[in-house]
């Protein structure tokens, strides 16, 4: 028995799952989750002091890649001086000024402590500015797990969602309408007729949840469109995209600017820190300023600011040509590697996030990407762990590349790939 298997029967014990996310139990890949012991730059070592080249990065945050020395460093120095103190502090400002600076369409924002607080805060305040009830969302898109997010897609016609969990009361998700993503005429539809009640919509700028699906020529623009002309506010969900994709996320790198802007991931610096914002006049809605309350414990935390303000410094223009680079080669690679094996598979990427697809492609929405093969993907991702490659345990996830990636770890992974492709049954 291995030493990550002696842990999983213990931790099965007490964790649903054994796990504390339950992507993280792999049931969507099988095989046994490697418990992971250390990490530093685009390696992990697991319990097993086995060896991996890392493409999860805490699922967005290691950018920099892992145990980045100078944000260790920072955030030793701030555990130092107090883990936590619930009262402003400097640092908080200057990490605040560091995303205006970054995010032109933030002219105010709230520090949280997940992606989930981000989003969920995120859609009261605009519900709270405009009046109206109903929240736009799009199929296949994740935004945390607060109940009126937790929903499935639209059956057909139907677009107002029905619970996506358990535990969700469908007066909850009652005013929740969800669409295909990239589909111009179920949105144009849908405002339409319902409009005037629209409070926003959320969207995942490029979508990384159900794998990395981008936009199609006009559809963000649309959607700015819409939501001005009737009112609605258009929310960014850019936990995955922001300081990923370029400097100023999604936004920057398409140039439209959304009302309010979710944050997460990269800007937390692998610390549990998340940030949304936007326009002044939506912002001063919030408490103690205006009606809409939100409030947390830990929110702005100084040693997750430190950890955030520490990576964001790291990350200039030169950052996002590198990580442009090796996603291009490792795109090119897979791709090969895929022809070689004759296997019926698609590559999708934008930046430094990426996804190899069952599927003949192209995938556009989730009535596209629920067509994978999932069998195979199990098989690929089980070939790919044997062989050192650390991949996303789901088929609708983003690979991440690091700047602590290098031309041989691309390299590698290739080689690895296309035997673990020569595994998956051609078709
Ligand atoms: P968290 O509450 O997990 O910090 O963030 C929720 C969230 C919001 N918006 C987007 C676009 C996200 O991708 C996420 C969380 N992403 C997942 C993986 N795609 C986190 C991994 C997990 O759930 O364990």
Redesign the pocket.
Known sequence: MTRSEELMSRAERLLPGGVN????AYRAVGGQPPFIARARGARLWDADEREYIDYVGS??PAILGHADPEVVAAVQAAAARGLSFGAPTEQEVTFAEQIRDRYPSIEMLRCVS??????MSALRVARGFTGRDVIVKFDG?????SDALLVAAGSGAATFGSPDSAGVPRSVVANTASLGFNDRDALGALFAEHGANIAAVIV?PVV??MGCVPPEPGFLEMLRELTRDHGALLIF?????GSRLARGGAQGRFGILPDLT?L??VVGGGL?L?VYGGRRDVMEQIAPLGPVYQAGTLSGNPVAVAAGTSTLEQLDSGSYATLERLGARLEAGLERAIAHAGVEATVQRVGSMLTLFFHPGPVRSWSDAKGCDRERFGTFHRALLAGGVYW?ASQF??AFISLAHTDADIDRTVDVAQGALASVSPR
């Open positions: 996310s339950p992507v993280r699922w967005g997940s992606g989930t607080e981000a989003t898109c994740y935004h945390g797990h995942e990384g949840n969900d850019e936990v995955m995209t979710c997460g991931k549990p998340a996303p996830e983003a």
